[in-house]
């Protein structure tokens, strides 16, 4: 079966410019991460929604930053305004379980350049 | 508290030999330790995992080490191979909270 996807692969924006970057999780994952990796270092948990309920936002690095999954499918995360410290690989990941604890599926990510 | 240490930052390998990378942590409630490997311009990959109430765990050339009392873990990828060659994330959660990951660490195995 497809594992998980997320689009675009590649984004380059001006600094200022709204974005939005979607992830496919693997069909019937009840759970989903979205992480932050800069370059060079680990993923940054940013939030996580068990089916349509986001249940942790802490990671969040500021108010321009917001996910959504309102069908308890597909998510989307939209950063607004964007800026320069953005520039970063989103990752995306789908459990099959309503724990945190259980094997996390990634995307490939999308590379958000921001200039 | 949350952080994770990791070490080296990169490593090189001649092929057949043994690749240890290290962890260690403070939070003493973390309780389940994961490895994920990762390949360029792709996600992260479940290698191996481990929980504090074992010392060792091993899966075919891969195995976790874990020192409870000293807050340490250790990867072992034995008899390592060029297709290993990837940057490896250990990584730990604690109940109700989220993964926290290491810096990673870049390992080169030489043909």
């Known amino acids: 079966g497809a594992g998980v996807s997320q689009s675009p692969r590649y984004k380059v924006a001006k600094r200022g410019q709204d974005v939005a970057l979607r992830c496919d999780p693997i069909s019937g994952h009840v759970s989903l991460f979205w992480y932050q990796q800069a370059l060079g270092q680990g993923p940054e948990f940013l939030t996580y929604f068990q089916n349509e309920a986001q249940l942790d936002k802490s990671g969040l690095p500021s108010d321009r930053f917001f996910a959504e999954r309102p069908e308890g499918s597909v998510s989307t995360l939209k950063i607004q305004r964007t800026q320069q410290e953005d520039s970063a690989v989103y990752l995306c990941?789908?459990?099959?379980?309503?724990?945190?604890?259980?094997?996390?599926?990634f995307g490939p990510g999308t590379r958000l350049t921001v200039l | 508290q949350q952080q994770v240490k990791q070490s080296p930052q990169s490593l090189i390998v001649q092929k057949g030999g043994i690749s240890i990378i290290n962890c260690a942590y403070e939070?003493?409630?973390?309780?389940?330790f994961p490895w994920y490997q990762q390949f360029p311009g792709k996600g992260p990959a479940l290698l191996i995992a481990i929980r504090p109430d074992v010392s060792e765990k091993k899966e075919g050339r891969f195995t976790i080490s874990f020192n409870k009392s000293a807050k340490q873990f250790s990867l072992h990828i034995m008899d390592s191979q060029p297709g290993d060659s990837a940057t490896y994330f250990c990584a730990a959660i604690a109940d109700g909270q989220n993964f926290v990951f290491g810096p990673g660490t870049r390992l080169s195995v030489l043909p």
């Open positions: 990941a789908s459990s099959s379980r309503d724990s945190t604890y259980n094997e996390q599926f």
């Open positions: 939070n003493t409630a973390f309780d389940y």
